[in-house]
């Protein structure tokens, strides 16, 4: 009830953003059945031809498949695959942030330090070595990504639970004899769930266009699976002939990007506990 | 004499709160002549704060002025665009706030803010402000006036940082002060330097004051007038004197009654069996910096013994040091005979069930995120294995034990008043089961009338369940309630201790003579005489 009542008076940006999710959530899930061809069904030799002459929605690509259907198969690949990544990322930097946080003394400095130390390599560089000796699979894909976003969310997961712990609440659950597991997660975790839900959002976007430019360099999401970020880098030559192709999943990239930031600066400023002047 | 400098009529407040607009302050009539001094009086939630900053024409962030007129001296306050308020801001009227080690900025020396304020409005240059700052700082009594300007905020004590703050506030000697809570935080011996200061500076300069707070025998010291606040009502508005002697309300009868519980003296156990036993206890915070030393101390099961000292007295660590969350760096605790493990990580659960703890600030002792099923529920699953409805009917029994509704066991904390939370915490002690409870300033927090429900809670509970209490206060007064031996701590030593009528009774150690003498009592003449046979005895 009182979600729903926050919700209502969210303001017009948070639900222009969630109503643009929602629609993306929507193509995700039903593409096969919205789709009008398959994901890399060829419907006409001519590439990049336009609506008009295909009779389709937004023309072909450049091998001549239907640029609808592949947006729409793109969106599942592409966001399932972010969400993967993002959830595994949360789960392992929210664990290691909160164990470092709570035992403290050296486990807090060892962890603290290996953190550094990935956080040290910029990140596509690193993706780009760990992808190429691993391999580019979507397994070694989800875990690269996944451990350079922990590291990320270790640090903020960390200063909040080191907020949270030494309150007396938690000095309580001590002297009652709980065990780690126990405080990390029924203590800890439910006082710091709001800012890292907002950062989970963010996170989400930042995990989606780092796909996005790992299959724009070649070594995201393979061929001929469909892929937004790799569909820009394979029609970048039609706008040469000012063909708009590449902008129809290069403006997809950018509508939820921005979709996603308007509902967590809506999540933001409610958990800062800031409110505008009535 | 009466030149009226502050009309406020019918003052109508709204803050925001779950998603709606709820009344806080409704239609509220004030008066305040030049130099005379209104006390506002009530307990939480009363509005008090609020009124004292709407006078400045100020509203909380997530408040608003609805409704009334604010005359400051002619002015219509309320009608006033945002920077001309801040022409009358600070000049005319000024803020003494509760902390004071919150309200300046710990990166500036005192004198640099103390002119800030003077300098802004063009009053005064910065070097007649500083010598000004100087004059102030005598006559409020601080140590070495000419040069603690120099210092930072961390470097003085927060006695002298209140009155520093008290000096700031008249850099500009305003017209109007407004008070609040300005010795609420403070040690009953510090809180004397601070009233004194107060009285002095605002008799002398004339100003008119508006003097918040929540504790009757502190604003009786210096008010000429008082009003009696409930719920953003008006109970009662009388002379100080009136309303000492004749009070009109119910309500303001329970203030002025508070702190009259006294546990019955034939309650005392007898027949000493000693419970704890602390021999020659030392701890220290970060190896060196010694907090506790020399501690001896017996516990007898069943009474009540109070720890008493202001802040840094080492009270709260001497229970830390007991539970093991702070290992004692020398000498041993035992429980019951047998010697209980330093740190509370090698007691075993039922050592640590035995011993529980309530603490001060029930806002942070409860997880926000919890309900009450959860919260007092989790010792009988942990330390009994109950669950399920086996569990959930001894939670009821305990709400009941504590006299809250039973349904209140779908409650998140935060849903509940701070003396409930208070009450919750007992509960969460209680389903432990256990033998001695120690209780850190549990009523420190809590308005009055509040403080005076738990502790008869307490000594009930003691009565049914027959417990043992460690009672760590600064508050003489509950000590005087509920305790049966009573151990005065000073500098993380013990420097008296004993049965309650042989500590209370003179000839005293000088400390715990000027703790006992330091207690505010309901008598407007009581600080008047309180220094002066201070000045006698030096």
């Known amino acids: ?278 | 004499m009466s030149e009226s400098i502050l009309t406020i009529r019918n003052l109508q407040i709204e803050g925001f709160a779950d998603e709606q607009w709820k009344p806080i302050v409704n239609g509220i009539d004030l008066d305040l002549n030049r130099g005379e001094v209104l006390g506002l009086i009530g307990e939480s939630g009363a509005g008090k704060s609020t009124i004292g900053i709407a006078a400045m024409g100020y509203c909380r962030p997530g408040c608003r002025i609805v409704g009334g007129t604010i005359d400051f001296d002619g002015v219509q306050i309320h009608e006033l665009t945002s920077d001309q308020i801040r022409e009358v801001r600070g000049v005319r009227i000024s803020y003494v706030a509760q902390s004071a080690a919150a309200s300046f900025n710990p990166a500036h020396r005192l004198i640099d803010q103390y002119a800030e304020t003077p300098v802004q409005h063009g009053v005064l240059k910065f070097q007649q402000a500083a010598n000004n700052a100087r004059a102030m700082y005598a006559t409020l009594d601080l140590p070495d006036p000419d040069n603690i300007g120099r210092r930072y905020p961390h470097q003085v004590s927060g006695g002298q940082l209140q009155r520093a703050m008290v000096a700031m506030a008249m850099s500009c000697e305003p017209d109007l002060i407004i008070f609040d809570e300005p010795t609420t935080a403070l040690d009953v011996t510090t809180q004397i330097e601070v009233l004194a200061a107060i009285k002095d500076v605002v008799q002398r300069f004339n100003t008119a004051a508006i003097y918040i707070t929540h504790d009757l025998a502190v604003v009786v010291q210096l008010a000429d007038r008082i009003m009696v606040l409930r719920y953003g009502d008006l109970v009662e508005e009388s002379e100080t004197n009136e309303i000492l002697k004749n009070p009109k309300e119910n309500y303001t009868r329970d203030l002025l009654a508070v702190r009259t519980f006294k546990k019955n003296p034939e309650d005392l156990v007898k027949g000493q069996v000693p419970l704890i036993e602390i021999n020659d206890l030392h701890a220290s915070y970060a190896g060196d910096i010694k907090v506790l030393e020399d501690i001896n101390l017996t516990v007898e099961k069943g009474r009540t013994v109070a720890i008493v000292g202001e802040s840094g007295s080492g009270k709260s660590t001497l229970a830390r040091a007991m539970t093991g969350l702070l290992p004692p760096s020398q000498g041993t605790v035992k429980y019951s005979g047998s010697e209980l493990p330093r740190s509370y990580k090698e007691r075993t659960k039922d050592q640590l069930r035995q011993m529980q703890m309530i603490y001060q600030m029930p806002d942070v002792a409860l997880n926000p995120r919890q309900k009450l099923r959860e919260v007092i529920g989790r010792p009988l699953g942990f330390y009994f294995g109950m669950d399920g409805a086996e569990r959930d009917r001894r939670v009821k029994e305990l709400l009941e034990m504590i006299e809250l509704p039973t349904n209140y066991i779908d409650r998140f904390t935060p849903e509940l008043s701070g003396g409930q939370k208070q009450r919750v915490c007992i509960a969460r002690a209680l389903a432990a089961q256990p033998v001695v409870i120690i209780c850190d300033e549990v009523t420190s927090a809590l308005d009055q009338l509040v403080a005076e429900e738990i502790l008869k809670l307490l000594d009930r509970l003691q009565k049914e369940l027959k417990m043992t209490y460690l009672f760590i206060t600064h508050d003489l007064a509950t000590v005087k309630a509920i305790a049966d031996e009573i151990v005065v701590m000073l500098r993380g030593r013990i420097v008296e201790s004993g049965l309650k009528d042989d500590v209370l009774r003179p000839p005293h150690h000088e400390y715990t003579e000027l703790l006992l003498s330091s207690v505010p009592e309901m008598d407007p003449d009581w600080l008047d005489r309180l220094l002066e046979s201070r000045a006698t005895a030096s």
């Open chain 1, 1 to 278: 009830m009182r979600f729903w009542l926050s919700l209502k008076r969210a303001g017009l940006p948070a639900h222009i953003g969630i109503v643009i999710i929602l629609l993306f959530a929507f193509a995700a899930v039903f593409a096969p059945w919205l789709a009008p061809y398959g994901e890399s069904e060829v419907v006409d030799a001519v590439p990049w031809a336009t609506p008009e002459e295909s009779g389709t929605l937004l023309g072909l690509d450049q091998l001549g498949r239907d640029l609808y259907s592949r947006v729409l198969y793109g969106a599942r690949n592409t966001i399932a695959l972010a969400m993967g990544i993002t959830i595994l990322a949360f789960f392992m930097g929210m664990t290691a942030g909160f164990f470092a946080a709570v035992v403290g003394r050296w486990v807090d400095l060892l962890l603290s330090r290996i953190v550094d130390i990935i956080m040290a390599f910029p990140t596509l560089f690193f993706a780009l070595i760990a992808l190429s000796i691993f391999g580019t699979s979507i397994p070694v894909l989800v875990f690269v990504i996944a451990t350079l976003d922990a590291t990320r969310v270790y640090r903020i997961a960390r200063a909040l639970a080191m907020d949270i712990n030494v309150m007396e609440y938690v000095e309580v659950a001590r002297l009652r004899g709980e065990g780690l597991w126990w405080i990390m997660r029924r203590e800890i975790l439910p006082n710091t769930l709001t800012p890292l839900l907002a950062e989970f959002g963010l996170r989400f976007c930042f995990v989606f266009l780092f796909i996005s430019s790992l299959s724009f360099l070649g070594i995201g999401i393979q061929p001929p699976a469909a892929d937004w970020g790799a569909m820009v880098r394979e029609n970048g030559v039609a706008i040469t002939y000012g063909i708009f192709t590449p902008l129809v999943p290069a403006a997809a990239i950018a509508i939820l990007t921005i979709a996603v930031n308007l509902v967590v600066d809506w999540f933001l400023r409610k958990t800062a506990g800031l409110r505008e002047e009535y």
